[in-house]
């Protein structure tokens, strides 16, 4: 009876002793890689990275938390993820976060960039934009009749690589 006392006692203290706290040792990317390592990784150069960061640093938000990202890590955890479009797990490993980090710093930096972006995203309007459809269909509908008639001819047929070498002409019906 005094030994299973003595055990239930030493397993209580042993399950309510407060978890060890990790420190993660987190690299800044802009000191440890080279302009094209991080255009390789980031597909962003470092001027673009510090000017973007500068644009969007207001709003975000730096977390009170014990051991929070910071805005800068924050903005390269969703760069990695723009860049590649790998799992947030693998993103996470690899920069040595959790998968929930990254899904929450992809939303907030995500929602940082809808913040700024009639600065930089301009819909042409009134006669910008007629002149702009008129010079797409001038571009395009031409090659849309062709993939059609390249389209049809290949279901009718089903040898369409012998006519693909022909001049835009010999598909056009107005030219004959």
Known sequence: ?????RRRRRL?????????????????PLEAYTDDELFERYRFR??????????????????????????????????????TGAYHKLIGDSLNVSESTVGRCCRSITEAILHVRKQFIVFPRDDEARKTKQEFIKIA??????????HNL??????????????????????H
């Open 1 to 5: 009876m005094a030994d299973r006392r």
């Open 12 to 28: 209580q203290r042993y399950w309510n002793r407060p978890s060890k706290r990790v420190i993660r040792d987190r690299l800044n």
């Open 46 to 83: 470092q001027v673009s990275v510090v000017y973007f960061l500068n644009l969007i640093g207001g709003t975000l938000l730096e977390s009170t938390r014990n051991n929070a990202l910071p805005p800068m890590l924050q903005l390269f955890v969703c760069l990695r993820f723009f860049a």
């Open 141 to 150: 509908v031409g090659y849309v009749v062709a993939c059609v008639i390249l």
């Open 154 to 175: 290949g279901i009718q047929t089903g040898d369409v690589m012998d006519r693909v070498d022909q001049p835009m002409d010999a598909f056009d019906e107005t030219a």
